[in-house]
């Protein structure tokens, strides 16, 4: 492998461009969303970041995780090259309607951060039993 040449602007340009804009080549936080049975799952690759230095919040819809991490170098060092996120950093997700925000989880193992956003009670499946008007015994179960 060989090293290109370092240019002392460009990456100064490419540090401020992460710090105003939160994100590196379009990616500030990867993540994975799915859907399991009745909730989203987001899982977040945060290596290196402590679990006291993250932080969670969903208000008006919009799940924020913000992340801090420094990088520790020696009295001396020369960075020539830095690419993984120093610093804070943040990602804002849209939560649908739909989600329970009272009942959000999180868990960080591995530098994995997962969040599971549950369903709401409201937005779940349910049967309504409809009875028929003509003979008053009969029923029907519906689901909505």
Known sequence: MLLERFDPFLAEFDRLTQRTFGTSD?????????RRGEELVV???LPGVASDKIDL???NHVLTI???RRASYGEGDQVLAQ???????S???RVPDWVDA???????????????????????PRRITVATSAQGTEQTQITC
């Open 26 to 34: 379009g990616v500030g936080l990867p993540m994975d969303v799915i």
């Open 91 to 93: 990602r804002r997700l």
């Open 102 to 124: 009272e009942a959000v989880t999180a868990d960080y193992a591995d530098g994995v951060l997962t969040i599971a956003l549950p369903l709401a009670e409201k937005a779940k």
């Open 83 to 89: 690419e993984r996120f120093d610093g804070v950093i």
């Open 66 to 68: 913000t992340a801090e």
């Open 43 to 45: 899982r977040v690759d």
């Open 57 to 59: 919040t969903v208000e």
